[in-house]
């Protein structure tokens, strides 16, 4: 609608009606108070990394483009979400299965066994004893280190939460399951606003400025500042960008180059769709791996009740 000419706040009254859970009125009127758009957005609950493009965007003008990207994010977000859920959906229900058929294995069967044993003088071999007990103690061991688990990660949380952005992000990116994501995602999404102030015409030091001054991201206030800092003290900027850890070693070599041919922004901005793509695609093999996965451990306790209840049978079978 922008794009055709359309203000702001019709936009946003066309999407009210179409929308009835978007308070149209409330976000006009706060428009026509000066309230940035972003801020707008943000105090309706609208994802904090949308708002932060289009924060930006404020800033380099390019607000139609921050907005379908914004919109193209906010969609695959929601298409991730779909696709994680399908794909644990099942698992889950045959997880839940998997649990009642082990109460009913420990609370039922196991204990007919031990009757049996008792009425027939019979005394099963010490590796079927072994297997039967460790039957009869696993939805203890389990309970047991469910709640280890999550007491231990809510005072990890509570402690993580104290650390200031920068060491947050510095042990994410070091972190194996989450460093490719974390750091993909930052760095992709640096470069892409740096691109599109850096074709606006800003320099670098106004870009850290930009970045320095917004409040809802306080990873990117730090890291501007920490940039800042490192620029002040006679650094390259590519030099103090390999410093930040979340940065890719792609784009550092990326910005090195750029500032030497001085086609920077350009070069930010390919970087950015090149490293999305290869995101999304990392995102894909592993949402195809994970249902593997589960379905494997589940058949595995499968495999586990299927002997509890089968091995007693047949060394009974054989004393006999």
Known sequence: MLENGFPIADAIDFLGHVDSELDARSMNKQLQNGTPLHDVLLKHRFDANACMQIYFAGRHGEMVAALKEAGAYLLKKHEDALAFWKLIRYPLILAAALFIATAFVRNVLLPQFEHMYVAMDYKPSRNLRLFLTIMEQAPHVILVSSIFLFLFFTLFFLYFKRKKPLAQAAWLSRLPVSRFYYTSYYSQFLAREWSFML??????????????????????????KYLREKLLAGETFSRAL?????????????????????????ELYYYSQISLKRMEEKIQSLFGLIQPVVFIFIGFFLVAIYLSIMLPMFQMIDAV
Not at 202 to 215: A, G
Not at 245 to 259: D, N, S, T
């Open 199 to 224: 074709k606006s015409g800003f320099s670098v030091y106004e870009i850290l400025h930009v970045m320095e001054s917004q409040n809802f991201k306080p990873l990117w206030r730090d890291t501007a």
């Open 242 to 266: 390999a410093s930040v850890p979340f940065i890719e070693p792609q784009l550092v070599i990326l910005v090195r180059h750029g500032e030497k041919n001085g086609r920077l922004d350009q």
